[in-house]
């Protein structure tokens, strides 16, 4: 019976010794890593579920499947996305809006196959191939930041309402010079005007950019630029104009032409 208890201990006492040492291996390995100062990849996989869908999103969509994998390469963090937006309506969706905030700054964003803007923390995705009732969408993208530990705070989702193609005569835009700086910065006064002669919900404006000419800034609207078109659409205080009611917005671009103007290509309205 003794002998029994005294190998009982025995074996008590190696099994506390292994798990001792195994803790003070990897803690001597940990400090040696931090003091050598080695640099590499670090990469983990979550499946956690640590954003929020915003209450005014619409209820006929949903986000199924979420994933992200993220690499640390020196000091750039990247974090690839990957869900499904799910149709839980009866209808066809014509076209939604995601509108994705983030807890930190983006550096850049990878995304294809949807048109999107990136403004500091916020991401906007927009699908225009619609979405049959029970089905889902993938969305997949890589995001690149500085800080650490960036992660989706909260989702909207929204649904486009289908938009009708007019002219200058029934929306009228026009760009204003107020003022230029350095090498041929512009500021633009932008007015639109409903002419359509019923109200309007929503406007959008579709310009083309010359080479050498880029975005810098707006505001009173979203603005939207890829290659050489910048898509300029309202804002939500003034999506909403009444027959003959003007809105103003404000745009800032850099070019080398003297006293640019935008070419409109497209003009559309819901």
């Known amino acids: 019976m003794r002998k029994r208890l005294k190998k009982k201990q025995l074996i008590t006492k ?26 590499g990849n670090v990469t983990g996989h979550d499946v956690t579920k640590d954003y929020v869908i915003t209450s005014d999103s619409n209820p006929n969509l949903d986000i199924r499947s979420f994933t992200s994998n993220t690499t640390q390469v020196g000091n750039i963090e990247r974090t690839n996305y990957h869900f499904n937006v799910f149709n839980l309506g009866n209808e066809t969706i014509n076209n939604f809006k995601l509108t994705i905030t983030f807890n930190n ?10 048109e999107y803007t990136l403004n500091n923390n916020i991401v906007t995705i927009i699908n225009s191939n619609g979405l049959k009732k029970s089905k889902s969408v ?19 989702l929204e649904v486009q309402m289908s938009r009708d193609e007019v002219t200058l005569n029934e929306l009228g ?13 512009y500021q633009y006064d932008i007015k639109v005007t409903n002419k359509r002669g019923k109200p309007i919900n929503a406007w959008e404006i579709e310009v083309l950019l010359s080479s050498n000419t880029s975005y810098v800034s707006g505001w ?15 804002a939500e205080n003034n999506g909403k104009l009444k027959n ?8 800032q671009l850099n070019t080398d032409i003297i006293n640019f103007i935008p070419t409109i290509v497209r003009l559309s309205v819901r």
Do not use: C, H, P
């Not at 700054?105 to 949807?114: A, C, K, M, R, S």
């Not at 993938?138 to 909207?156: C, G, P, W």
């Not at 835009?173 to 910065?185: K, L, R």
């Not at 003959?244 to 745009?251: A, Q, Y």
């Open 138 to 156: 993938l969305v997949d993208f890589v995001t690149e930041a500085i800080s650490m530990n960036t992660k989706i705070l909260t989702i909207k």
């Open 173 to 185: 835009v026009v760009f204003n010079i107020t003022s230029s700086w350095g090498n041929y910065t």
């Open 14 to 39: 190696l099994f506390l010794l292994v798990i001792l040492s195994t803790m003070t291996i990897g803690i001597s390995y940990s400090q040696l890593f931090a003091s050598l100062n080695i640099k």
């Open 244 to 251: 003959n009611e003007t809105t103003s917005l404000g745009l």
């Open 105 to 114: 700054i983006l550096q850049n964003i990878n995304l294809v196959g949807y």
């Open 220 to 234: 009173n609207a979203r603005y939207q630029a890829a290659g050489n078109k910048l898509i300029i659409s309202n």
